[in-house]
């Protein structure tokens, strides 16, 4: 059996990584798992809010994409690829299972695993609103603030016109400024 | 600050557990294939006004049948109406032509001498 472990990463560019890849190499494959992995994993988390859950996600978008290498056509269409993967399947995976959004108890508190990152408790208080909004704005929100992307690269991946996305990204900070501002936390638009 | 910074902070990528890559890797191995994605599976967005298209041709034609039908039905209420009225007509006509006929009878048989003699 395979171990990334026993895979040596390949100092190459991400274009011959794809292509030897493609080629059926499965150490270049785990080297695009690694360098990708927590960029599929934390869109899953931060839309799921279930750690477990995310991981049986992202797991499966890489599944699908060693089934559909040959699609791919170059290192920045594998990342646009998995973006617009990871998207869908979060998306569907909550309208199918019409899953409440309850955070699991296992997931609820890690403060210790960011320390530098400013208020843990207003962080878990971030997290939980955004994990209230609707399926498709709580994506446009994670791709937003996770990946830093413009609303023209969001329209693209999770294919929705640009005017939606804009709306959805507005309604979506006027709601959390609304709820943070309730609960003592004011941020001027 | 911002709100939007502080939703990058929270947001940040984030790696999974160790051994992520691994157990993707063992699942590769044990040729564990997964569905389509999900993006192939979703719906053209072009259906969804092809069939709101098709609900409204429907409708408009379901509501023209039964505007139709209406209107058939209207009219043979009208008909059937007028029918009765005439009907009605034609009683009070022949009752008239019978009562006059009657009076003209007993003013004959008024002024008739009888055989009593």
């Known amino acids: 059996m395979l171990t990334a472990a026993a895979l040596p990463r390949i100092p190459v560019s991400e274009d011959q990584v794809l292509a030897e890849a493609r080629n059926g190499n499965e150490s270049a494959f785990a080297s695009i798992v690694r360098e990708h992995q927590s960029m599929v994993f934390g869109l899953a988390y931060h839309f799921l809010q279930s750690q477990a859950e995310a991981e049986e996600l992202a797991q499966d978008v890489f599944l699908a994409l060693h089934q559909n290498l040959s699609r791919v056509e170059s290192a920045r269409h594998l990342v646009f690829w998995l973006r617009r993967v990871t998207s869908n399947r979060c998306i569907d995976c909550v309208r199918s299972s019409q899953r409440r959004r309850e955070l699991p108890m296992d997931d609820l508190h890690e403060p210790a695993e960011s320390p530098r990152f400013g208020d843990p408790l207003l962080q878990e208080l971030l997290r939980s609103l955004v994990a209230e909004l609707a399926p498709d704005a709580r994506m446009v929100v994670a791709l937003r603030f996770q990946e830093d992307l413009d609303l023209s690269e969001i329209a693209a991946i999770v294919d929705m016109p640009l005017n939606t996305v804009k709306s959805h990204l507005r309604r979506s900070m006027d709601a959390l400024r609304r709820k943070l501002a309730a609960r003592g936390h004011v941020y001027e638009s | ?117």
Do not use: C
Not at chain 2, 14 to 21: E, I, N
Not at chain 2, 38 to 56: E, G, N
Not at chain 2, 82 to 108: G, H, M, P, T, W
């Open chain 2, 1 to 117: 600050m911002s709100l939007e910074q502080e939703l990058r902070r929270t947001l940040s990528r984030k790696d999974p557990p160790a051994g992520f890559d691994n157990k993707v890797l063992s699942r590769i191995a044990a040729r564990e294939t997964v569905s389509t994605p999900a993006q192939v599976r979703r719906w053209p967005r072009a259906v969804l006004p092809i069939a709101a298209s098709l609900i409204l041709a429907f409708g408009a034609s379901y509501y023209l049948q039964q505007e139709q039908q209406q209107r058939h039905t209207r009219e043979a209420q009208a008909q059937t109406e007028q029918a009765a009225r005439d009907v009605v007509l034609a009683l009070q006509i022949a009752s008239e032509k019978i009562s006059a006929a009657q009076a003209k009878v007993e003013e004959i048989t008024r002024y008739e001498p009888t055989n009593d003699r």
